[in-house]
């Protein structure tokens, strides 16, 4: 028999070496097992790069980088000079990072493959070894599968239970508590217990009924106890979207902040009183101090939100995020707008649960109350809570925004539960009745 010859994607590798050598922006937002390089000195480069704290100036040096490099006995004659250069040289952009990552990731799950057929085939042919031929198959081959997908193997039973037992007893002891994140609507919080992690939480309303306001508000909330949160706006400026922080957080009359001389004119005064400014300046400040980050993507794609997230979450330790708004993502190739709906809706689901964090995600309403083209959220979500309106058009508040409704509840089972909540008509927040 031939012997096969293994895959390699020695471009990419390089390529992808060349971007974590030049530390360019979002290097680190893909995790790479070293063993996915083909070449050993390509992995020991890899393993030294990002395990030592080299000063900006070596990576940028060719002449000290290669001297460290040799220091470290990674390399060991002056010829490998060149190759060092060329590497840096692979990667002007981080454009190809993602996909050359997949590509290395997919040659390595190939090369455990082949290793794992042939010792099969050696196992299989010793007529001596009666069964271990047969039960050598099932960890090569989950090796294989996790690798070319990039899973690990789930924790055993024995191991699910201890971490049941831990959380109980750290419970009993008064350790931890049973509650999740509070938000200043108080009945909704002890209406869920709280918002825990991981939770996917959709929330739904008409254009206009304030679900921005309401994401922020919690985003306040609970980054004002310290607790890191990521605002990723599809639609609002980052400073559009700070400005509501602001004035929600600080309960500000919301032509204060648009348009404060029209507004002091309105009272009756040429200018804002101190007591204002000092409102402003205490919820600016309050703000400013708070773990709060902020991404606004132009044409957002799924992949581009998943990787803000992971990168907020690697380098802020966020938890919580909020998404403005589901429509307005897109997927590529999708055949309908449902379709698209219901791949990005699997795909934050999904980093909710691999990271453990709580995800606000807003939505549109049809006009029968419906989530706007997506059945498959109200399958995803864990909690769904929809902005309750006034929809009789005879009727002086219509349009405004009466209570919130808990549709669904996948954990503490108040599903179909209405509370009273209002729209401020000045101030720039939602409070209860």
Partial sequence: MNEIQKPTALEAEKYV??????????????PINPEW????LYRRIFQFVTTSKLPADVLGDLSLLFERLKAEKIISSNDQAAEIANILMAAPTISHYKPSIEAMRDCYARRLAIDAAANLAERA???TDKTG??????????????????????????????AVADEFAALVDGKTQP???????????????????????????????????????????????GT???????????????????????????ELLSDPLSYARKQNRRTVSKEELNAFRKAYSAIKDMPLHFEEPVSPRIGQIITMIRRAHKRHGVRVIGIDYLQLIQVADASSKEQELTQ???????????????????????????LKYATSINE??????????????????????????????????????????????????????
């Fill in 228 to 254: 890191p949160c990521l605002m990723i706006s599809c639609e609002m400026t980052a400073e559009q979207i700070m400005q509501r922080f602001i004035g929600t957080y600080g309960r500000l009359p919301s």
């Fill in 380 to 433: 995803d979500a864990d909690l769904v809570l929809s902005l309750v309106q006034e929809l009789d058009e005879k009727k002086d508040d219509y349009l405004s925004v009466t209570g919130i409704t808990i549709k669904k509840d996948r954990h503490t089972g108040r599903s179909g539960l209405t509370l009273p909540i209002v729209r401020d008509s000045d101030k720039i927040y939602f409070r209860e009745v």
């Fill in 133 to 162: 031929f047969i039960e050598a198959t099932g960890k090569p081959m989950t090796e294989v599968a996790e690798s070319a997908t990039d899973t690990e193997t789930t924790r055993d039973r024995a191991a699910l239970l201890k």
């Fill in 344 to 370: 990005i809706s699997h795909a934050l689901q999904g980093i909710a649960k691999e990271l453990d964090l709580l995800i606000f995600v807003l939505s549109q309403q049809n006009k029968e109350g419906h």
């Fill in 179 to 225: 509650n999740g994140f509070e938000v200043s609507l108080s009945t909704l919080s002890a209406a869920l217990r709280g918002f825990k992690t991981p939770r996917y939480c959709v929330i739904a309303g008409f254009p206009g009924s304030g679900k921005t306001l309401l994401a922020g508000q919690f985003l306040t909330d609970i980054a004002s106890t």
């Fill in 37 to 40: 390089f083909s070449l050993n």
């Fill in 125 to 127: 042919a010793d007529m």
């Fill in 17 to 30: 070496l060349s971007v974590v050598m030049q530390k360019r922006l979002g290097w680190d937002d893909e």
